[in-house]
């Protein structure tokens, strides 16, 4: 087959250099360096925004990688992004230390409880490395575990979507109860320092910012080398022809385990890098309809392109910053409309619509 | 004949049953013209326990705020004439020195506390059934007397039986130990959870002693406790399993629409909650219609709504089918998210049309209230009708699929499109058909929402989960499936939830499903031989 997707052209890659050091050099540069009144400054609010889009993109490509490359649809990668938010969130929480408002060694949610004393689970949490772990370890083993019995089962399609999207409807509501242990409602907010450093100073922002930026084009390698490696070919066959596969005897099981457990590893990243910089984790986060929105950013960009579930996930995302301040009333007739527009006239996304153009204008294949 | 010769005695019998004619002590009675209210209190417990149509009368007036006092003398004004409390003789006009007596709260509800007990002697079988079951729920030890001799005349069984509870649970306090003994045998038959207690408290050491001291009662009330035990928790298990079964029955609503689209036809449809919420919405909207243009027959919008929300919600199913879901056959996981956008559009409509907050729909008389079966467990009219309504559309749908054409053409283009179409059938009508009835059923189960929960924008989402996971525990392409895995579902999650609380409940529910999807993936009741694919 000539006509696989390459990883990327010249041009492509000439454009994320041009990007990420634009947006991982000039733009700190403009926010630390530049007075607050010149007409160049990057406002905080802009720093936060394209940070917090920078993990939704993350998200996205990790959706992109069981979606697009597995044939995975995965309704439920809110509660990895969570999960690994709220494993973060506890070391934050640590951090506060007696600066609560009730000034206790517990956090604020458990005197509320009336809790004295932290439960197991938070033990080790003010640990940062520790809490690093449980980043990846959690949303990792969980979805090692769930992914370990339903691909065993042969369990896909949509089938699969539903039971992801049922994982993380009981992750939200074991979160919203009190006794859960995670703040309830709440969730985990009002945090003071990260690391020791003041986490509303603007030099601790951008760190974290371009920690994001880094890590965003680090998953960006990592799953080109992951897609054009065999096992990545042999995963897009086991996306395309599953029965087939399994004649020519591999086991298809480690083989989605695997993109499985390490997209739900770089959600978990995701959304541990998302909590410092919002400020605020809680269980709304794991809601369906925010793990829904995941697949339109990727399905908007174009799925198995790596490349257009970052554009799908920025431009999504932009466009709602946008309009739910401007027209709030007409912010879901637009994300209701993406759906259906996206599915019925785009089935390969905005990369697709690109190909299809310059196809036309350089009149063949490129 | 022979029925009202027994009201007839029973009227006689209750006039006779008045307590004989005696003067109420005066002196007791003019510490009701003093200022201190405790002395008044003391003076209302000694009317009650004295039972005396003076007493009656007093205590009426009391409630009515027709005794005055003129000179340490208590008056009981009627009109503009006065009456002696104490002998309840005329005296003339009312004297221009008259003062009203202040009843505040705190006797106010001592005094209807006391009348509540002479109704007991009223001649009139329903009152006096009703002051029966007061003084049973909440008897007061003033009381005893007049429950004593309303005991004595009362031949009523019901009455006689709730009497006898309210005079035992009075006695159980009693320094007689014959008598608590009595009283604690009958007491095995009570529901009320202070008597209860009371038993329990009969059972404690303190100090190496029981509170009771005699054995003998010690040991009947140990049996009462566990009669009591018993009846309560038989009452409540059954109840747990009515709720599970309403649950069941709200959730066979939900999942019958959906049974047709996703089970029959194979189309996931994200907006089936929503199409739950046009019903209700539609619901609501004949509601307003009938309010202002048939108040006097109000109570029918609910029936006239059926057709209605059910047209409605068809509407709208055909639409999308027609519009959006007709283009994406055989791309299920590209259905998926189309349907999620068209749920978000519609969310987003009912808001901007109806407002984000609930609207108030009201229940018709005939759907309000409920039965008791025993004290405190009651089920509710709108909830067993609800039962009722969802097994009418369940037997309604198998009509349609199984006895009409429109089910048999259904049938055949599911079972194979291109032969059907060879033969004639309109396969895209009967595919828009087969979803606006899907979709219509969703409207009607819309209806029987909007009786028992609110009516707002978001009320799609929350079932929509549910519904899917009810389809597919029960099996894809089976509505038998779907019946016993809803009112299953139903069942288990109310008995989980009275033991563990209603979130851990539901968690629990949905890892059992994954667990369940995990062995039969086809679902409880699969299809066997060729037409599994």
Redesign the interface.
Known sequence: MTTTYRYFSKSVWLAMGLLAIGLLVVLPILHLGVDKHSSLYVSSYAITLIGKIMCYAILALAMDLVWGYAGILSLGHGVFFALGGYAFGMYLMRGIGADGVYHANVPDFMVFLDWKTLPWFWHGTEHFAYSLLLVVLVPGLLALMFGFFAFRSRIKGVYLSIITQALTFAAMLLFFRNETGFGGNNGFTDFKRVLGYSITAPETRVAIYMLTGLVLLGALLLGRYIVTSKYGRVLAAIRDAESRVMFCGYNPVSYKLFIWTLSAVLSGIAGALYVPQVGIINPSEMSPANSIEIAIWTAVGGRATLIGPILGAVLVNAAKSYLTVSFPDYWLFFLGALFIVVTLYLPHGLMGLLSALRRKITGGWK | MTRSAIYLCCIVLALLSLPARAALDAGQLSKLAADDNDAKVAVVKYLASHPSPEAEAVLTAMDNDALYQNQGRLLIVRGDQAIDAATLQALGPVPDSAESIIVNNRLRGAVQGALSAFKLFSSDLATRLKAARDVKQDPRPEQLPLIQQALAKETNAEIHQDLLLAQASIQISSSNEAERLAAVKILGATNNPEVRTKLADMLIQNNGQYNEASPVVRAAAQQALKSIDLRISLARAAASLFSGLSLGSVLLLAALGLAITYGVMGV?NMAHGELLMVGAYATYFVQGWFKTHLPQHFDWYVLAALPIAFLAAAGVGMVMERL?IR??YGR???????T??????L??LA??SFGAQNVDVANPSWLSGGIEIIQDVVLPWNRIIILGFSMAVLVFMSFLLSRTRLGLFMRAVTQNRAMAGALGVPTGTVDTLAFGLGAGIAGLGGVALSQISNVGPDMG?GY??DS??VV?LGGVGQIAGTVYAALGLGIVNKLLESWSGA?IA??VV??F???F???R?QGLFALKGRSVD
């Open positions: 996931i959006v283009r994406l299920p996981l590209e259905t998926l998210l189309a999620w956008g068209i749920s978000l559009i969310i987003q808001r901007v989402q929509i989960v899917f996971m597919v979130v539901k968690i949905l890892v499903i994954i667990l999807i995990q062995k993936p």
